[in-house]
């Protein structure tokens, strides 16, 4: 061989070599790189958790039921009247009563209440007025404000003080009472669709993620993403799961009782109950509400709301004496703390369910109300 020859075999050893070197390098780079860029992509999807879009009348009807599902057969609701409700717990007592009706005698009689009585002078005052109550004092200046089927009389006025105290301070009490008590003691024999209850998993998955993001934004937490601020991702996953359940289990209840009560769908009723008690007679918020929870999910809380309205009347229904015993030996009125009822305005109902029960519409109002 030549030198040239062998010149040339030097420089494409060389040459080989120094590839042969690149390549292990390169080799090396990606055995160290791709590691490093997968735990990079896993870090970012962890600390990216983001919300999507929630579709709350996905798989609703526009009358606020599941598509394809019968409730009624899937159901097994508990006796109306016995869900364990004592009507005396969402009630007034006697003495509240006693005190509303002694506020409005001294308004309406001028009979203002002395300074610097002690508390039983106080009391015997109160009695003093109550008594000043009669059928005559009634026609003249209460008659005119007492709507409703009430008679004219002192016990009239009586019934209808009591009865306006219940609506205007108790109702939602009581009707939270009874969509608790329905909730708890129904049972779903047969689940709603999967996609029904794959969409629900995805609205609470997202709601979470929102009040995450929403004390994050106000240093309410230091978490730096939604997994860690629930405990971890299994943790965050059993609650969506869970949530999801309660929410499944609030469709189906309320969709069997609803049927099972006789009830039906009235879409004036229903547009009714979405502008005067969701969006509170403003047209801007019941079009913001109609966009953003669509009319299935709107209509559904509209059933919710006959259902528990429906079911609390029958432990509004009572006996007549428990609540007017005459003036003259109503027990002593006790300066104990009352509503701030006026028993001159007309009765308006307003449940606590507002489009997240719950602060705007949220599905997640889950054995609630």
Not at 7 to 35: C, D, N, V, W
Not at 108 to 115: F, R, T, W
Not at 317 to 330: A, F, G, L, N, R
């Amino acid at each position: 061989m030549s030198i040239e020859n062998r010149l040339a075999a030097k420089k494409r050893s060389a040459k080989a070599r120094k590839r042969a070197k690149m390549k292990s390098a390169i080799e090396l780079g990606l055995i160290i790189l791709i590691p490093v860029v997968i735990l990079l992509i896993v870090l970012l999807i962890y600390n990216n958790i983001k919300s999507k879009e929630k579709n709350y009348s996905k798989y609703l009807t526009s009358e606020g039921v599941i598509e394809g599902y019968n409730a009624l057969d899937s159901v097994t609701l508990p006796d109306f009247k016995d869900l364990g409700i004592k009507y005396d717990d969402y009630a007034p007592t006697n003495a509240q009563v006693d005190a509303q009706i002694v506020s409005a005698l001294r308004e309406k009689l001028e009979q203002p209440s002395k300074e610097n009585m002690s508390a039983e002078e106080k009391t015997e005052d109160d009695k003093r007025v109550l008594n000043l109550l009669t059928d005559a004092v009634v026609e003249e200046h209460f008659a005119s404000v007492m709507t409703g089927d009430y008679p004219h009389t002192k016990e009239g006025y009586r019934r209808f003080v009591a009865d306006k105290m219940q609506k205007d301070s108790y109702s939602s009490e009581l009707e939270s009472a009874v969509g608790a008590a329905l909730l708890e003691k129904s049972t779903v024999d047969k689940n709603p669709p999967k996609k029904f209850i794959k969409n629900q998993e995805q609205i609470i998955r997202n709601e979470m993620i929102d009040d995450y993001e929403f004390y994050k934004s106000y240093n309410i937490t230091e978490a730096e993403n939604a997994y860690i601020y629930y405990g971890g991702k299994d943790e965050f996953n059993k609650s969506v799961t869970s949530k999801a359940e309660d929410n499944v289990k609030m469709y189906a209840v309320y969709q069997a009782a609803f049927e099972k009560l006789g009830l039906v769908y009235d879409a004036t009723a229903a547009d009714t109950f979405i502008r005067s008690n969701l969006a509170y007679g403003d047209d801007e918020t019941y079009d913001k509400y109609m966009k953003e929870y669509g009319a299935g999910y709107l209509t559904f809380l509209w059933r919710r709301h006959e259902v528990v309205e429906h079911i609390a009347e029958i432990y509004e229904i009572k006996d007549d004496t428990e609540t007017t015993e005459d003036p003259e030996v109503t027990p002593s009125v006790t300066p104990e703390a009352t509503p701030s009822v006026t028993p001159e305005a007309t009765p308006e109902v307003t449940p606590s369910v507002t489009p997240e029960a719950t602060p705007e519409p949220t599905p997640t109002e889950t054995a609630a109300e």
